[in-house]
Structures are given as structure tokens and as C-alpha cells.
């Protein structure tokens, strides 16, 4: 099955023509064409595909092999051919569907997390059609729950409020946005902050604010225990995301395993009440750049690992520089250093600590306004 994002699926001529001019201009679309109505249609492979059997047959395929499914034919005929197919928003493709006269483009299925709309919209533009799109957010010109931050990497804690704190928004009622790390420019560029949802720096803001709030919005790298009822009764009407706000700066001897590295992290995240889908990325010194337990850390949670030379790391006055460290690496530091560099901050959430073969500091990201 070719690798393109995209197959689009035409079973009448017009239809065909159709997707047959989509896939010139969308890139990274492979279009399936009936045979008995395909013409003088050569297949190519990877861009053009010539089927012959039910089309029910071919779409079960597509499901599982492309980004978004876009289909040349009625929306009664999708609704019935995909229904069997579904199995959760978060992991079902976006299906769009095109009437055979170009005159229409439906958002039919995963619309915000399978990125229907937006392909709604760019296949539009290419067909010269009337786009056709239902979800409230979308409609009222505000912003999608489940979709914050997702260009930045941010990560629900979990999905089990979504629903409700989404039906919030759309509704009119008070919903309390409270952002205490991560990028300020989550506010899509052609969407405006509903008037019934006001916005605190911290949990902290909004509990002395008096605000009251039906369902809440938190954008936060710290964790809370619930224990306290504040805490608790905020957790039970909130969504959680987590920005990719902090950065771990590591060292270690030669030779440490990447256990032991992941058991110091763990540790110290736990210890400051930080989680750990919001670790952007390691820092370290230049000479550890093939050390194998970093790598494999690093591989396992999807982090950068970013290396500084020693004269870079010299760049940052410390409180207790090494001359030990400095014999070894060339620079005074390596993980507060490497920790303040990558992150832009001027202060650490949490100096140098040394456990076993491995020394771990801490900072926020600091993002630009």
C-alpha cells in the first residue's frame, strides 16, 4: 500500500475527473477509480489506482493505510459503507465526501483530531466548492477542546472529560482557562476567545478570583495530588493538557544505563510534582552525544537530545563550578548549564543533584510572547 496521506475514491466518470484533479492538486493523494467507468485512465502506482470489485471491499484498506479518506460519492452511501468501519474518533481516519458535481465538500467523520475540516477546506479551495462543516466550535469561530496545543506538541492527561467540558464551551456556559506553562499563542489565528470564558494564570488566581465556573480548561507541567477538596472538585470538570515545557539537564559517568538514568529522572519529576509529558527534551554536554543509555532514554520517550561544547556551557556563571568536571569535559558544569541553555530560562526549577552516576538538573522553557 503506497505511503501518500490521502486516497480519494471515485465510481462514476464525473467522479473520477474529479479525483482525478484533486489528486493533481493535493499533494500526497492516491486516487482509486472504478474500472467500468474509468475511460483511458492509465493506473500509475502510487497515484493512480484502477479497482474492479465492490468498492465496500477496497475501503477497510484505506482505513487502515491513510491519514484521510475523500469519497466521490452521496453521503448516504459513505454514512452506510464506513459505519462498520469505525472504531474511535482518536485513531479513525478523516472522511470527507464530494458530491459527483465538485458542488459540495463534507466533513463527514474526524473532523478536529483526524483533521477533517481543515482538508474540507484545502479540497475546496482546489475543487472550487462549497465547503460544508458542522462542528460547533468550528461554526461559532471559537476554539476546539480536544485540538489545543496540538501543533506544539501538548498532551491530555485523558480523554474522559473532553465531551463535557467541550459541550461547555459551545453551549455558552462559564469555563475557566487557567494556563500556568506552554506556548501563549494557543488561540488558533482565525478564532476569538468566547466572552463566557476568562482566563487565570494559575490554579492559584483562579481560586482566589471567586469566578465560578461550570468546567475548567488547566495547560500546566505540575501535578496535584487532589487531596485537597479545592483541588478535587476542580480535577472532576477539567480537561488537563500538558505543554512540552521543561527540559532535563543530565550527566552521568561513562557506561550509565539508560535504567538508571530513567529511575533518576522519574524520581526527581515525582519529587517536584512535574510530569513527565511535559519533558521537551535532554540537554547535555557535546561529549555525550554517543553516550548509549542517553540515546536509548531519550528514544523511548520521544525527546531531542540537545548538545552544547564546553565553551557554550562556559557561557553560564555557576554558583559551585567544578574543576573536577572541568578536567573531564572541558566545562564547569554540564546539566545546569545544558539545562538553562536549551530552556532560556535564568533560573532553574531545580539545581544539580547527584544520584549514583547520574546528575540531574531542571528547568521551564521560556516562551516568547
Known amino acids: 500500500m503506497s505511503k501518500r496521506r490521502y486516497a480519494a475514491v471515485a465510481i462514476t466518470r464525473n467522479g473520477i475527473g474529479l479525483a482525478l484533479k484533486l489528486g493533481a492538486g493535493l499533494g500526497e ?38 491519514e484521510g479518506v475523500i469519497l466521490f460519492f452521496s453521503l448516504g452511501a459513505a454514512v452506510r459503507l464506513i459505519a462498520p468501519l469505525l472504531q474511535d474518533k482518536r485513531i479513525d481516519p478523516a472522511v470527507i465526501v464530494t458530491d459527483e458535481r465538485g458542488e459540495h465538500v463534507i466533513s463527514m467523520l474526524s473532523g478536529h483530531l483526524g483533521g477533517a475540516n481543515r482538508l474540507t477546506l484545502q479540497i475546496a479551495g482546489l475543487l472550487g466548492s462549497h465547503p460544508v462543516i458542522t462542528t460547533a466550535s468550528d461554526v ?16 491530555a492527561d485523558s480523554f474522559t472529560r473532553m465531551k463535557s467540558v467541550s459541550a461547555a464551551l459551545v453551549n455558552g456556559e462559564p469555563v475557566a482557562f487557567v494556563q500556568e506553562s506552554g506556548e501563549p499563542g494557543w488561540l488558533p489565528p482565525d478564532a476569538v ?38 483541588e478535587a472538585a476542580l ?42 509529558y511535559s519533558v521537551r527534551n535532554v540537554a547535555t554536554a557535546g561529549i555525550k552525544g554517543d553516550e548509549a543509555g542517553l540515546l536509548a532514554l531519550c528514544a523511548k520517550y520521544g525527546w531531542e537530545l540537545v548538545l552544547y561544547s564546553p565553551d557554550q556551557l562556559n557561557t553560564i556563571v555557576l554558583d559551585n563550578p567544578s574543576e573536577v568536571v572541568f578536567r573531564a569535559t572541558g566545562a564547569y558544569g554540564v546539566c545546569e548549564p545544558a ?31
Open 140 to 155: 461559532q469561530g471559537t476554539f476546539a477542546v480536544d485540538l489545543l496545543g496540538r501543533e506544539y506538541g501538548w498532551r
Open 193 to 230: 476567545l468566547p466572552e463566557h470564558v476568562r482566563l487565570f494564570a494559575s490554579r492559584d488566581e483562579l481560586r482566589n478570583s471567586g469566578f465560578s465556573f461550570s468546567a475548567a480548561i488547566v495547560v500546566s507541567d505540575r501535578l496535584t495530588d487532589g487531596e485537597e477538596p479545592e
Open 235 to 276: 480535577a472532576e470538570c477539567s480537561v488537563v493538557y500538558r505543554p512540552r515545557s521543561l527540559v532535563l539537564g543530565l550527566g552521568c559517568n561513562r557506561g550509565t544505563s539508560a535504567e538508571e538514568l530513567e529511575a533518576v529522572v522519574l524520581h526527581t519529576l515525582a519529587e517536584l510534582r512535574l510530569s513527565l
Open 339 to 369: 539545562a538553562l541553555l536549551s530552556s532560556g530560562a535564568q533560573a532553574l526549577l531545580q539545581s544539580k543533584q547527584k544520584n549514583g552516576n547520574v546528575t540531574i538538573a531542571v528547568a521551564r522553557v521560556v516562551f516568547a510572547d
Open 29 to 66: 493523494t492516491e486516487v482509486f477509480c472504478y474500472a467500468k467507468y474509468s475511460g483511458g485512465v492509465e493506473a500509475r502506482p502510487g497515484e493512480i489506482t484502477i479497482f474492479d470489485g465492490p468498492v465496500k471491499e477496497l475501503l477497510p484498506e484505506l482505513f487502515r493505510n491513510y
